[in-house]
């Protein structure tokens, strides 16, 4: 697409100076008499807008723009025409700000009169292909039922201030000082669910079975994680 872009603007460049040279290279006097550069010094993000479409893929492409000619009033007559004729494009931005003595330096020449042109480019994805429901849709109920339980270490000892997470509902609770800890209402399927425990800078993870008949609160050790 960058490839595109480049001959969009030398096209462009060419309707305006009909005798004047088209490089893409960096800034400097070449062999020809009249000479326009159009050298490629960023690309940049482009504005992303709200929209429920399928976004392309955007960038902004930065060219300086300078001109060589062996008068240099030839050189400014070609700029003024070249920068007002950006102005008019109506895809084009056009920058105009002095650029430092290191920018022209990295060149290996003094500093110059030139612009800045940007260039819009994107690249079209085609929308995501949905496919039909063939079946009715089916809703299934699950019974709500509490998960509680008790967390504690060696010997017994109750942990308090842990963080007991249900991961897969993003339910958090921490226990209490008695090691306990309860979830108000989770699904009663699937049966089998993993618990997440952090407690001062460490993690264990431990699944548990607990179903609506479940009766008796769970019962964890933190430093075997065993149930």
Request: a neutral charge; aromatic letters at 6%; hydrophobic letters at 40%.
């Amino acid at each position: 697409m960058i490839e595109d872009a480049d001959r969009r603007l030398k096209d462009w460049a060419k309707t305006v100076l009909e005798d004047a040279e088209i490089s893409l290279g960096p800034p400097r006097a070449l062999d020809s008499a009249s000479v326009v550069s159009l050298y490629l010094t960023d690309i940049l993000p482009a504005p992303r807008t709200s929209t429920s479409r399928r976004l392309p893929l955007q960038t902004s492409l930065r060219y300086l723009v300078t001109a060589w000619a062996d008068k240099p009033e030839t050189e400014h007559r070609q700029l003024g025409d070249l920068v007002f004729a950006a102005m008019e494009h109506p895809e084009f931005e056009v920058e105009l700000a002095a650029q430092p003595a290191e920018f022209w330096l990295a060149f290996g020449i003094a500093p110059r009169p030139a612009f800045m042109l940007r260039l819009p480019v994107k690249v079209e994805r085609p929308e995501p292909q949905i496919g039909r429901i063939r079946h009715p849709v089916e809703v299934r109920f699950s019974p709500a039922v509490s998960l509680a339980g008790r967390l504690v270490g060696p010997a017994d000892v109750p942990l308090s201030g842990a963080q007991v997470e249900l991961a897969s509902l993003q339910l958090t609770t921490r226990t209490d000082a008695t090691g306990r800890f309860r979830f108000a209402a989770v699904p009663a399927q699937p049966d089998t669910k993993e618990l997440r425990i952090r407690l001062k800078g460490n993690e264990r993870r431990v699944k548990v079975t607990h179903g609506a008949d479940s009766a008796q609160p769970l019962v964890i050790r933190f430093d075997t994680m065993e149930v």
